[in-house]
């Protein structure tokens, strides 16, 4: 019996009283505060991530350009002053270049064919001096390659707004909420050293913002080519554009950052904003004199510019204006009444001044005639710039 009582009972008594402790120890801690029940565990939401960012990608990838222009790489003999300041990132990102052989890339945003790219790839690396080249060409992912006219810059965000005139382009609008988050899996997509469309997978690694401009540091391979290019999340949104990287060897292996895409739809409502002016798409004249006029047809009412080029598809060649046709007058104006070259060009200038839309009568002296030929304006005026800041 004894035993009975040892190795049964008292056993089974204490298993009892510790089980009935158990499920009432709720209501011990409203009678005993000072017991506090134990938190329960944490739920963590599970989610779903793709093995496969071919969707993402293929998204994005229509949209993404190249552009035509040497690649300035970041150093990073200032990477020690890194701080929280977004416009201390800027100038470290845009005022220490080595020249690279490689191109830039760029993103269509709309359909009408506005372009993101990244300030910096205009940069003089001697001269720290923004140069513009005449001719900026875009080769879409289908192999076309198009003019494209600079219309906007800001170099705190890195960035620089341009415009071709092109049929059939895919563009991808800029996702602008800012619920990204340290650690997010993101991709950066663009054209390294001139090899193809390539992407590379990364994460958030910082988040930097001082109220009005936001820029997103990445681990992604941002290798040169890529700035301007495209920075998604998995779903393929456009989160940013792809801006540069500090880095020790001029490699892949440094601090990537990409402007969020924010700051492209702050950019692109400063310019519509300001009042674009008319684009008429005559992208280089020489003066033709009444002299040179008297010399080749015996007339000396032919005064005017003598188109050299026009811009691949632009407004002037839609309308039918030919290299070789001189412009002697619009919108009733005749050239020749203006009495000097500055005149002349201060003329042609205004047409800046109509709106993006408007119809504008070019008279053009051809095939030893007269012609008028009625031009619808498009937008921007080619290499005038101005800066949001």
Known sequence: MNKFINYVFWPALAGLVFALVITQSPRYAELLPFI???????????????????????????????????????ESNNAENLNNSLSSLSDMLIT????????????????????????????????????????????????????????????????ALLKIDSPNITHISPYTENDQQIGDLVLAVGNPRNIGMSASLGIISAIYNDGDST????????????????????????????????????????????????????????????????????????????????????RRDVVGLEVVSLVEDGPAERAGILPGDIITGFNQQKIGTLNNEDELFAAIESISSLGAGEIVEIEVFRNRGMIKIPVTLGIGEPFVLFSIQ
């Open 36 to 74: 506090a029940p134990a938190p329960p565990a944490p739920q963590i939401q599970a989610r779903s991530i793709p093995l496969s960012f071919n969707n993402a990608i293929q998204r994005v990838l229509p949209a993404v350009v190249t552009i035509n222009l040497q690649q300035m790489l970041a």
């Open 215 to 298: 820029m997103l540091q990445t681990d992604a391979a941002i290798n040169p080519g890529y700035s301007g290019g495209a920075l998604i999340d998995i779903e393929g949104n456009l989160i940013g554009i792809n801006s540069n990287i500090l880095s020790e060897s001029g490699g892949s292996e440094g601090i990537g950052f990409a402007t969020h895409a924010s700051m492209i739809s702050r950019l692109m409502d400063y310019y519509l904003e300001s009042g674009p002016g008319g684009y008429l798409g005559v992208s280089d004249v020489q003066y033709y004199s009444s002299n040179q006029g008297l010399l080749d047809f015996g």
């Open 96 to 159: 220490d270049f080595d020249e690279n052989n490689s191109l830039g890339s760029g993103v269509i945003v709309s359909p009408d064919g506005f372009l993101v790219t990244s300030y910096h790839i205009f940069v003089s690396p001697e001269t720290g001096v923004v140069n513009f080249p005449e001719t900026i060409t875009a080769t879409l992912n289908d192999g076309r390659t198009v003019n494209a006219r600079p219309l906007l810059y800001d170099q705190t965000s890195d960035l």
